[in-house]
């Protein structure tokens, strides 16, 4: 079966990095989009970031834009998401979604998702 495995997730002070992976397995992705979902407690779950596997074109929330990268390394079959200069309003599960509509900003568009990986920023 599909599996969307996350990991990274860890406690950082604001200003530094860390960088989230998601191993995708159980299908072929080289037609989907990879997407980067965050969940911040009492509030809806956001988009992030996303990538195509085939392109490996790139899209971005703006809260994150110049501050976050989105990769993929089609022989490993991971995607990854190396976050810059945290903040605390960075603090949320982050999850990594699969879809097969291409890039979307809505979660409804995304058919497969990982259990999340917390993060957290202080301050």
């Known amino acids: 079966q599909v599996q969307l495995v996350e990991s990274g997730g860890g406690l950082v002070q604001a200003g530094g990095s860390l960088t989230l992976s998601c191993a995708a397995s159980?299908?072929?992705?080289?037609?989907?989009?990879m997407a980067w979902f965050r969940q911040a407690p009492g509030k809806e779950r956001e988009f992030v970031a996303a990538?195509?596997?085939?392109?490996?074109?790139?899209y971005y929330a703006d809260s994150v834009k110049g501050r976050f990268t989105a990769s993929r390394d089609n022989a490993k079959n991971t995607v990854s998401l190396q976050m810059n200069s945290l903040k605390p309003e960075d603090t949320a599960v982050y999850y990594c979604?699969?879809?097969?509509?291409?890039?979307?900003?809505?979660?409804?568009?995304?058919?497969?998702w990982g259990q999340g990986t917390q993060v957290t920023v202080s301050s």
């Open positions: 979604a699969a879809g097969s509509r291409g890039i979307r900003y809505s979660r409804y568009d995304y058919n497969y």
């Open positions: 159980g299908r072929t992705f080289s037609d989907y989009a």
């Open positions: 990538i195509t596997w085939s392109y490996g074109s790139t």
